[in-house]
């Protein structure tokens, strides 16, 4: 979990059971928020939390969701989301703003955006890089987390990037071979969020979820930054 003067967060974070804690500078993300700019100003930090998903749960998706899989992200996003409201709690007794932003709260589903794009400000804080999947992908779980943001107009430090941060998948298609609607390309760039959508759909008119969730492609990367 990377520190950068966060004293109390994280304490909250890590009593939480986060595994992942770092803090970006927002002003070169703030074009692509979903908020309005009267909201965002004075907002400069994004503390971004994730949490690792169980490794037996994900073993249960092989070619389509499980009702356990569905329980478990349900639950990760509401401790994220939990620890988020804590945080900013904590931000705001100090005499802060602090704004959080829900886990998995889609605005546009056929993009498959939100207010914000947790991933985006994740490999912003130094947690990982985005990877074929068009996910974080992080050192310690690979794509194996999920995400929430708190925005804030407390100066925190923010963290470095680690250890190979900047390099891409190496030879590793584990992700793109196994994703059912092809929709992963060889650069994350040319992700076919329209396909993944689709499928995600086709998901759910089978029954296997009522929400739009997948996990095959998380199930794959549970890599690490070094290519191979």
């Avoid at 900013?88 to 602090?98: N, T």
């Avoid at 804030?152 to 680690?162: I, N, S």
């Avoid at 941060?165 to 060889?186: F, T, V």
Wanted: some cysteine; aromatic content about 6%.
């Amino acid at each position: 979990m990377s520190e950068s003067g966060l004293g109390d967060l994280e304490m909250i974070c890590r009593e939480a059971g986060a595994s992942l804690l770092g803090v970006a500078e927002i002003e070169e993300l703030k074009a692509d928020f979903l908020f309005s700019p009267s909201l965002l100003e004075g907002l400069t930090r994004a503390i971004s939390i994730g949490f690792s998903l169980s490794g037996k749960v994900l073993e249960t998706v092989e070619d389509h969701p499980t009702a356990i899989y569905y329980h478990h992200y349900r639950s990760v996003n509401f401790n994220l989301d939990q620890t988020a409201l804590r945080v900013a709690a904590s931000l705001q007794k100090e005499g802060w703003q602090a704004l959080p932003v829900p886990a998995s709260q889609i605005v546009d589903w056929e993009k498959q955006q939100g207010h914000l794009s947790h991933k985006k400000v994740a490999v912003a804080a130094g947690l990982g890089r985005l990877g074929r999947n068009n996910l974080l992908v992080t050192p310690e779980h690979g794509s194996r987390v999920r995400l929430v943001s708190i925005l804030t107009d407390k100066p925190l430090g923010t963290t470095p990037a680690p250890d190979g941060a900047a390099s891409e998948c190496g030879n590793c298609r584990k992700c793109l071979n196994a994703c059912p609607a092809q929709a992963i390309k060889e650069r994350p760039e040319d992700f076919d969020h329209l396909a993944c959508y689709e499928q995600l759909k086709a998901f759910r008119k089978a029954g296997y979820t009522s929400q739009f969730i997948c996990g095959i492609c998380v199930r794959a990367c549970g890599g690490s930054l070094k290519p191979g």
